[in-house]
């Protein structure tokens, strides 16, 4: 319950919201072809995906197993969100009459962060493996990467659920959203609201800045590898090159979608005055701010099956004819192994 002892359950927050207003607001026709756009498109990535990793190298099999972790879980994001959310506006249903004991808001809540955060922690697992991959060839046995990788996204989906599920314990609240379509955590200033928010943001940024940070020093090693005395002799392979231009991809996508939201979450809960009254009451103004923000962030999950899909070889060649006529070569593994020993 609210401070106010109002009749509303404890994920209802006072909203002034016509049901007219709802229904300009809320259009199920654009929330279904929404959802099925990411579906086909992900589908789409998945068949592709599945073709790919046949005869694939030990590393490739391993990024492709991220790249499938990251593809299922952005499918079943769209799929399960977009089943409420379409569902609440062609309906337009009363909250507080169809849940009032909040159970649907919490599941929701539960899987908007748990789908939220694991498109940037696969991000980051991937480019930790990558960077692993190029920078220390020989650290790991190369028969069980694709073994580790579905460890790795197992891990991702294990962390993403524990964070989720923090309101359920009490650190937190899931709250209904404007316009009454969707239900995410609360931009409050009570103790349990602002640690949770910021640990949802701090952990999606951190992820950002991870990827960012070690796909620069991928990236850097592959162009002085490339471009090195020994080029002539032994330069990175076109999957590698691939494979980071993926990930390059990914991370652009997942930053340009999701910083946005992640530093309107951090400001709002840290703002003095607090933003949300102890009513439970949201300005108008950030409460469609916030709807902006979401919104941008899905395009995560459509976007992500496209970065695979055009920047794959075939493409590539296309843009760079070279990466097609050059000698290509067994790996970039033994020209690092021979610098190292060098040194």
């Known amino acids: 319950m609210w401070p106010n002892g109002s009749s509303l359950g404890p994920c209802?927050?006072?909203?002034?919201?016509?049901?007219e207003e709802r229904r300009l607001i809320a259009s199920p026709w654009f929330a279904a072809s929404f959802c099925l756009m990411g579906l086909a498109s992900n589908l789409l990535a998945l068949s592709v995906l599945v073709s790919a990793r046949q005869g694939?190298?030990?590393?490739?099999s391993s990024f492709l197993t991220f790249l499938c972790g990251l593809v299922i879980t952005d499918f079943m994001g769209l799929l399960v969100t977009g089943i409420i959310v379409v569902s609440q506006h062609a309906a337009l249903?009363?909250?507080?009459?169809?849940?009032?004991?909040?159970?649907?808001?919490?599941?929701?809540?539960?899987?908007?962060?748990?789908?939220?955060?694991?498109?940037?922690?696969?991000?980051a697992a991937m480019a930790s493996e990558r960077y692993l991959g190029i920078?220390?060839?020989?650290?790991?046995?190369?028969?069980?990467?694709?073994?580790?990788?579905w460890t790795m996204v197992g891990l991702v989906w294990a962390t993403a659920l524990a964070l989720g599920l923090l309101p359920l314990l009490g650190v937190g609240r899931y709250t209904?959203?404007?316009?009454?379509?969707?239900?995410?955590?609360?931009?409050?200033?009570?103790?349990?609201?602002?640690?949770?928010?910021?640990?949802?943001?701090?952990?999606?940024?951190?992820?950002?800045?991870?990827?960012?940070?070690?796909?620069?020093?991928?990236v850097a090693t592959l162009c002085h590898v490339y471009h090195g005395q020994e080029a002539?002799?032994?330069?990175?392979?076109?999957?590698?090159?691939?494979?980071?231009?993926?990930?390059?991809?990914?991370?652009?996508?997942?930053?340009i979608c999701w910083m946005p939201l992640l530093v309107f979450?951090?400001?709002?809960?840290?703002?003095?005055?607090?933003?949300m009254s102890p009513t439970g009451q949201l300005s108008r103004a950030t409460e469609k701010q916030l709807l902006i923000y979401l919104r941008v962030a899905t395009w995560n999950q459509i976007l992500d099956p496209w970065v695979y899909i055009l920047f794959r070889r075939a493409v590539i060649r296309r843009l760079h004819p070279r990466l097609s006529t050059r000698p290509r070569s067994l790996s970039l593994q033994p020209q690092l192994t021979r610098r190292s020993t060098m040194q």
């Open 265 to 275: 979450i951090a400001q709002t809960v840290l703002r003095s005055p607090p933003a």
């Open 176 to 218: 209904v959203q404007y316009p009454g379509s969707w239900c995410f955590l609360t931009l409050g200033a009570e103790p349990g609201d602002v640690v949770f928010g910021l640990l949802f943001t701090l952990l999606g940024s951190l992820s950002v800045g991870l990827s960012f940070l070690l796909n620069t020093i991928s």
């Open 93 to 123: 249903f009363d909250w507080q009459a169809v849940d009032p004991g909040c159970s649907l808001c919490h599941f929701m809540g539960v899987i908007m962060v748990f789908f939220g955060l694991c498109p940037l922690l696969l991000g």
């Open 56 to 60: 694939s190298s030990h590393a490739r």
């Open 135 to 149: 920078t220390r060839p020989f650290s790991r046995p190369a028969a069980s990467s694709q073994r580790r990788a």
């Open 12 to 19: 209802l927050r006072p909203t002034n919201i016509t049901l």
């Open 232 to 255: 002539a002799q032994q330069r990175p392979r076109d999957c590698e090159i691939e494979m980071m231009a993926q990930l390059m991809g990914i991370m652009v996508v997942a930053s």
